[in-house]
């Protein structure tokens, strides 16, 4: 996950929330503007959504516990369809439960960390209520999606090169941290950038004491 920059809800929206009687619709403008917001990943996972392809507005506190927030704009995000090669997770697995931490917070993103195993890799927090909201909720460390992480990050790791030499070059790690860090220029970031930022930052940290 990476923190998303929350901006204000689409005057369409706005209009529409304030109609009197209205009910939840999913509409087009919702949809436009969060898969702006979050540089068209989802929220969740970090894989690829686009306009094209399934995607739901996924509401964190959920619309059948607080049906106060059904309409509000700070409490949806837009999520991929939940389900990978068959296995669900996102929103799909989310179902009606609540997220307690916060997409929008530096704070959480601050406690996560990624876990690299020899074919996988794990994501984790380090408070254990939010590592337990990632696995048992959302469904984030299932097999698909650390395999999945493991082979974007196993491409970032041939662009350095040999082991012995993550550490010499400060100026081209800070230089492709920075372009997985950025939208394109399409507004898109890559596909799990929030983890390849997380392993630069290390990589970055360790050149530094060098």
């Not at 929206?13 to 917001?37: C, M, S």
């Not at 009606?96 to 530096?106: H, K, W």
Request: charged share 30%; glycine share 4%; net charge positive.
């Amino acid at each position: 996950m990476r923190k998303i920059v929350k901006g204000l809800e689409p005057l369409a929206w706005r209009e529409f929330r304030n109609t009197p009687g209205v009910q939840y619709e999913a509409k087009p403008e919702l949809r436009d503007a969060l898969i702006q917001e979050q540089g068209y990943i989802c929220a969740y996972c970090m894989q690829r959504i686009s306009l094209d392809g399934k995607t739901h507005i996924e509401h964190m506190k959920s619309r059948s516990k607080h049906p106060e927030l059904i309409l509000d704009y700070q409490n949806m995000v837009l999520c991929c369809s939940g389900r990978t090669c068959g296995v669900s997770h996102c929103d799909n697995h989310k179902d009606n439960e609540d997220i307690t931490f916060d997409l929008f917070s530096e704070d959480f993103i601050n406690t996560l960390s990624y876990h690299i195993q020899s074919r996988s890799v794990a994501i984790k927090s380090s408070n254990p209520i939010w590592d337990k909201e990632i696995n048992d909720i959302l469904n984030l460390n299932c097999s698909i999606l650390g395999i999945n992480r493991k082979q974007v990050l196993d491409a970032v790791i041939t662009v350095l090169g040999k082991k012995k030499d993550w550490n010499k070059d400060l100026r081209k790690l800070q230089e492709l941290r920075n372009h997985w860090d950025t939208k394109d220029a399409s507004g898109k970031y890559k596909a799990f950038c929030g983890m390849v930022v997380w392993f630069l930052d290390r990589r970055i940290a360790q050149a530094a004491h060098k």
